[in-house]
């Protein structure tokens, strides 16, 4: 069974930085993509960030800016978001998931963990 145990949100002031960490259980980590969503109140789930199997490429959404960056530690079967300059836009629940091709592999088992609640606020 696939678990993913998001931690780090906070309530924060703007411009200012969290670091969110996500750990994987239940499949052979080094071996797959790992992207970053958030969701924001009344919006849909949107991808934030990816990188790769060995951590040697990364992607990021248009509205990241340069603000954040996505890691991995495949020994510590864990991905993680750094976030800086934060802005109340940014306000969200992030929650981290292996790309989707692993999931295709999988078929209808999909799940989510709980994600974790980042809030910027003045």
């Known amino acids: 069974q696939v678990q993913l145990v998001e931690s780090g949100g906070a309530l924060v002031h703007p411009g200012g930085s969290l670091r969110l960490s996500c750990a994987a259980s239940g499949f052979t980590f080094g071996f797959y993509d790992m992207n970053w969503y958030r969701q924001g109140p009344g919006k849909e789930r949107e991808l934030v960030a990816g990188i790769t199997s060995g951590g040697s490429r990364t992607n990021y959404a248009n509205f990241v800016e340069g603000r954040f960056t996505i890691s991995r530690d495949n020994a510590k079967n864990t991905v993680y978001l750094q976030l800086n300059r934060l802005r109340p836009e940014d306000t969200a629940v992030y929650y981290c998931?292996?790309?989707?091709?692993?999931?295709?592999?999988?078929?209808?088992?999909?799940?989510w963990g709980q994600g974790t609640q980042v809030i910027v606020s003045s």
């Open positions: 998931n292996a790309d989707e091709f692993f999931w295709t592999l999988n078929p209808g088992t999909k799940s």
